[in-house]
C-alpha cells in the first residue's frame, strides 16, 4: 500500500464488512482467530472496525474458481 492510499484508509462497520465479504460473523470471527481474516480494531470503548484496505487485500488474495468446464451444469 503506497502513502496516498493509506490517507484514504477507512474503518469499515460490521455490517458493511459482511456486506462486502459476504461471510457471516462467525465465519470471519473463525477465520480471525485462525489468522486467515484481517483483525479488527477497537475505534472507541463500543465500537470496532476493520481497515478497508485490509479487508479488500483479504478479497483480492483469494483464489478464483477458474475456467467453468464444459459439461458441468453451470451455465
Given at each position: 500500500?503506497?502513502?496516498?492510499?493509506?490517507?484514504?484508509?477507512?474503518?469499515?462497520?460490521?455490517n458493511?464488512v459482511?456486506?462486502?465479504?459476504?461471510?457471516?460473523?462467525?465465519?470471519?470471527?473463525?477465520?480471525?482467530?485462525?489468522?486467515?481474516?484481517?483483525?479488527?480494531?477497537?475505534?472507541?470503548a463500543?465500537?470496532?472496525?476493520?481497515?478497508?484496505?485490509?479487508?479488500?487485500?483479504?478479497?483480492?488474495?483469494?483464489?478464483?474458481?477458474?475456467?467453468?468446464?464444459?459439461?458441468?451444469?453451470?451455465?
Open positions: 500500500m503506497n502513502n496516498d492510499e493509506r490517507d484514504l484508509d477507512r474503518f469499515l462497520g460490521e458493511e459482511a456486506r462486502i465479504t459476504d461471510l457471516s460473523r462467525t465465519t470471519r470471527w473463525r477465520l480471525e482467530r485462525d489468522g486467515r481474516f484481517p483483525r479488527k480494531r477497537h475505534i472507541s463500543n465500537r470496532i472496525g476493520w481497515l478497508e484496505s485490509e479487508i479488500r487485500e483479504f478479497i483480492e488474495s483469494r483464489p478464483s474458481t477458474g475456467p467453468i468446464e464444459p459439461g458441468s451444469g453451470v451455465t
